[in-house]
Each structure stands twice: as structure tokens, then as C-alpha cells.
């Protein structure tokens, strides 16, 4: 998908705290946020972030990589069931990429998706052709843990400890 924040259509712009404002805009399913000085346009912070956009949205499917490890420690009986099903489709995603106001790495927001589908298929053992498997529910885990994953270059990534507006990650 081609990212063009000079032209999109803002969703939103609100102050965040006494010094920093922020745009909001929705590509897809995914959101974008830029930060700014309250003082200053939004415009000179646009044009920093679209310098860098297309290659952080390119580079989102190996952020969430990166954070898989994350959650493969906090909720082992998911992954480990979800390891051997043969169906199952990826439970988490990128919720949004935020440019921060003072030159900071920009970040990734990724969690399980809320609409991910538990239900899968687990190759039967005692099926010796393998033609059907036994369907079944993988264990839950919420959507609501979730991480911060900033970019430090292409396929560079580092968790990060930044507060996020979107989620309550407790």
C-alpha cells in the first residue's frame, strides 16, 4: 500500500500533553500517528515522517516478528498449540505506526488481532494419510497484551517502554 501522509486526509489532531499534538491517519485497518511540537504546524513534521513512512510500513511484517518472542513467553500453551495446528492464520498484527515529536525512533503498536479466530485444525495422529485433522480451539490470551516495537533501521527493531494512548497493556 502506498502511504502518503502530505495528501491523505487527516482523521484527527489533538493536543497529547502541554508540548506535543498529534495527527492521526487511517491507512487500511492500520492507523499513523505523527507527533509535533504544540507550537509549531504539523506540516515540517509530515514531511520528516514521510520521508521514513513507506519503509516502516514495509518493514511492519518483521516488527511483528520481532515481537513474537514477547508473547511467545507470556502465553507458551497458545503458541505451543498453535505450533502444531495446520490452519491457523497469524494472531497478531500492527495496530499503528507513531512518529514521535523529538526525533525518536518511530513504533509500532502490535497485539493480537480482536477478531483472530481460535478454532483450528490439529493433524490426528491416527490418521495415517493425514487427510483430516481434529478441530479445536486454541487457548485464549487477550487482546489487550500488547507491545512497542521501535524501528532503529530496516529489520531493526528494539521493544521499547513507551506509554501507549490505544491499549491499557497491563
Not at 497469524?90 to 477478531?115: N, T, V
Not at 481434529?134 to 507491545?147: G, H, I
Request: proline residues 8%; hydrophobic residues 40%; negative net charge.
Amino acid at each position: 500500500m502506498l502511504i502518503d501522509l502530505l495528501n491523505a486526509p487527516l482523521l484527527g489532531h489533538w493536543d497529547i500533553d502541554g508540548s506535543k499534538s498529534q495527527c492521526e491517519f487511517q491507512f487500511g485497518e492500520r492507523l499513523i500517528y505523527v507527533e509535533h511540537l504544540k507550537e509549531t504546524s504539523h506540516v515540517p513534521a509530515l514531511q520528516t515522517a514521510q520521508l521514513l513512512i513507506q519503509q516502516v510500513w514495509d518493514d511492519s511484517q518483521h516488527a511483528i516478528a520481532f515481537a513474537e518472542p514477547w508473547f511467545r513467553a507470556k502465553h507458551p500453551a497458545f503458541w505451543n498449540a498453535w505450533d502444531k495446528a495446520t490452519t491457523p492464520l497469524h494472531p497478531l498484527r500492527m495496530y499503528s505506526i507513531s512518529f514521535p515529536a523529538r526525533d525518536g525512533a518511530p513504533y509500532y503498536w502490535i497485539a493480537r488481532d480482536p477478531g483472530y479466530n481460535f478454532e483450528c485444525v490439529i493433524p490426528d495422529e491416527h490418521d495415517l494419510w493425514q487427510q483430516e485433522g481434529l478441530r479445536s480451539k486454541l487457548p485464549y490470551f487477550p487482546d489487550s497484551d500488547a507491545v512497542v516495537v521501535s524501528r532503529l533501521g530496516e529489520q531493526q527493531f528494539a521493544l521499547s517502554e513507551l506509554p501507549s494512548p490505544y491499549f491499557d497493556a497491563t
